[in-house]
C-alpha cells in the first residue's frame, strides 16, 4: 500500500473515532479492509482509496472506520474490576440510594457484549438484597456489527470459556446447536445502542457507574483527554469510572483520580478518599491485585 494511501486510511479512521493507525498497521488494514473493498464492489484497496477521496462521508467511510476496530472482549475481562465493583461500588451506591433504588450503569465501548452481560448476571447474583432494585445497563459501541451480535446473547463456546464460570454458564445460558444464549431476562437487562465517544455523550443520559476499559489505549493524548471530560461530565457527582488496565488519567486534566486501592477506579478527586475508601472492605484491601 502506497504511504499516501495509508495516510488517508488513517486519517479518516482517526477523524472518525480517534483510533491511531501507526505505520506498522499496513498489513492490518490492508487484510481487514480488502473484504470492504468487495463488498463495495471496488476492484482492490487503491480502488477503496480513490472512492474514499472523492466521498469522505457515508457507508464506505463507515464500514471502513468498523473496519478498523478491535473488538477483543470476554466475560468478566480482569475479574478484578468486577470484585471491585461488587466489593467496593456497589456497597456504596446502594447505601447511598436508598431512597431511589435505582442505578445507572453505563459500558461505554461493550464490543460483542460481554462486559455489560457480565454485570447483569453480577448484579443478578445478589440476590434478594437488591430484589426491589433497578439496574438500567446501557451498552454502547460504534461498531453495529458488533451490537447486533450483542443484542442476540448468543455465544461460542469458546467465548463464554474465556471467563464464564460454568455455574454460571449453566444458570444463565442454554445451548442452542454448538452456542450458547443468554436467557432473555439477562439479555432484557441490557439496552444496546450505537454511539461514537466522540459524539454527543449527553445525550446517553447520567450514569452512577461507567465501564469505559480498553478503548482509550487505540487514542492519543488529546482524545483521550476530550473523551474522559465528556465521561466526567455525564458521571452523578459521586460516581465512578473503569477503565482498562493499561488505562488511566495520568497526564490528562481531570477531575476524576484513581481510587486508592481499586485499581481501574476513578472517581472524582474531592469525594474519592471519602466516598469510597472507607467502603473498602478488608479482604479487597489484601487481595494481592489491588496497589
Ligand atoms: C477492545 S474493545 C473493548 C470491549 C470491552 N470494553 C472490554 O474491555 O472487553 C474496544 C471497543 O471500542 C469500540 N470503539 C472504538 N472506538 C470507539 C469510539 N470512538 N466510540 C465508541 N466505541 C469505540 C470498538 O468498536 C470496540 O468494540
Same mark, same amino acid.
Request: charged share 25%; aromatic share 8%; with cysteine.
Given at each position: 500500500?502506497?504511504? !499516501? @494511501? +495509508? @495516510?488517508?486510511?488513517?486519517?479518516i479512521v482517526k477523524s472518525k473515532s480517534g483510533l491511531v493507525l501507526g505505520k506498522d498497521k499496513t498489513y492490518l488494514v490492508t487484510s481487514r479492509l480488502t473484504p470492504v473493498a468487495r463488498k463495495h464492489k471496488l476492484a482492490d484497496l487503491s480502488a477503496l482509496v480513490s472512492a474514499l477521496r472523492l466521498r469522505r462521508e457515508g457507508e464506505l467511510v463507515h464500514d471502513v472506520v468498523e473496519a478498523m476496530t478491535t473488538n477483543e472482549t470476554s466475560f468478566f475481562r480482569d475479574l478484578k474490576p468486577f470484585d471491585a465493583f461488587r466489593d467496593v461500588v456497589l456497597p456504596y451506591m446502594v447505601s447511598s440510594r436508598q431512597k431511589q433504588k435505582k442505578l445507572r450503569i453505563w459500558c461505554a465501548a461493550c464490543s460483542t457484549g460481554q462486559e455489560p452481560y457480565s454485570l447483569a448476571i453480577l448484579l443478578r447474583e445478589q440476590g434478594g438484597a437488591l430484589a426491589n432494585w433497578r439496574f438500567d445497563i446501557v451498552a454502547t459501541d460504534l461498531n453495529g456489527a458488533v451490537l447486533e451480535r450483542a443484542r442476540s446473547g448468543r455465544y461460542t463456546q469458546f467465548e463464554v470459556q474465556r471467563g464464564m464460570p460454568a455455574k454460571l454458564l449453566v444458570k444463565y445460558f442454554r445451548k442452542v446447536d454448538n452456542d450458547w444464549q443468554l436467557n432473555p431476562e439477562i439479555r432484557s437487562a441490557v439496552t444496546f445502542r450505537e454511539q461514537n465517544l466522540l459524539g454527543n455523550i449527553g445525550a446517553v443520559g447520567r450514569f452512577d457507574v461507567i465501564f469505559c476499559r480498553n478503548v482509550l489505549i487505540y487514542f492519543d493524548p488529546s482524545t483521550k483527554e476530550r473523551v474522559i471530560k465528556s465521561l466526567e461530565g455525564v458521571? !452523578? !457527582?459521586d460516581g465512578a469510572l473503569f477503565l482498562g488496565g493499561a488505562e488511566s488519567t495520568v497526564g490528562i486534566r481531570s477531575n476524576l483520580k484513581p481510587v486508592k486501592n481499586v485499581r481501574g477506579c476513578?472517581?472524582?478527586a474531592d469525594n +474519592?478518599?471519602?466516598q469510597f475508601a472507607p467502603a473498602i472492605p478488608q479482604r479487597v484491601l489484601n487481595s494481592r491485585a489491588l496497589v
Amino acid at each position: 500500500m502506497k504511504p !499516501e @494511501d +495509508f @495516510d488517508l486510511i488513517a486519517g479518516i479512521v482517526k477523524s472518525k473515532s480517534g483510533l491511531v493507525l501507526g505505520k506498522d498497521k499496513t498489513y492490518l488494514v490492508t487484510s481487514r479492509l480488502t473484504p470492504v473493498a468487495r463488498k463495495h464492489k471496488l476492484a482492490d484497496l487503491s480502488a477503496l482509496v480513490s472512492a474514499l477521496r472523492l466521498r469522505r462521508e457515508g457507508e464506505l467511510v463507515h464500514d471502513v472506520v468498523e473496519a478498523m476496530t478491535t473488538n477483543e472482549t470476554s466475560f468478566f475481562r480482569d475479574l478484578k474490576p468486577f470484585d471491585a465493583f461488587r466489593d467496593v461500588v456497589l456497597p456504596y451506591m446502594v447505601s447511598s440510594r436508598q431512597k431511589q433504588k435505582k442505578l445507572r450503569i453505563w459500558c461505554a465501548a461493550c464490543s460483542t457484549g460481554q462486559e455489560p452481560y457480565s454485570l447483569a448476571i453480577l448484579l443478578r447474583e445478589q440476590g434478594g438484597a437488591l430484589a426491589n432494585w433497578r439496574f438500567d445497563i446501557v451498552a454502547t459501541d460504534l461498531n453495529g456489527a458488533v451490537l447486533e451480535r450483542a443484542r442476540s446473547g448468543r455465544y461460542t463456546q469458546f467465548e463464554v470459556q474465556r471467563g464464564m464460570p460454568a455455574k454460571l454458564l449453566v444458570k444463565y445460558f442454554r445451548k442452542v446447536d454448538n452456542d450458547w444464549q443468554l436467557n432473555p431476562e439477562i439479555r432484557s437487562a441490557v439496552t444496546f445502542r450505537e454511539q461514537n465517544l466522540l459524539g454527543n455523550i449527553g445525550a446517553v443520559g447520567r450514569f452512577d457507574v461507567i465501564f469505559c476499559r480498553n478503548v482509550l489505549i487505540y487514542f492519543d493524548p488529546s482524545t483521550k483527554e476530550r473523551v474522559i471530560k465528556s465521561l466526567e461530565g455525564v458521571l !452523578e !457527582e459521586d460516581g465512578a469510572l473503569f477503565l482498562g488496565g493499561a488505562e488511566s488519567t495520568v497526564g490528562i486534566r481531570s477531575n476524576l483520580k484513581p481510587v486508592k486501592n481499586v485499581r481501574g477506579c476513578y472517581a472524582r478527586a474531592d469525594n +474519592f478518599v471519602t466516598q469510597f475508601a472507607p467502603a473498602i472492605p478488608q479482604r479487597v484491601l489484601n487481595s494481592r491485585a489491588l496497589v
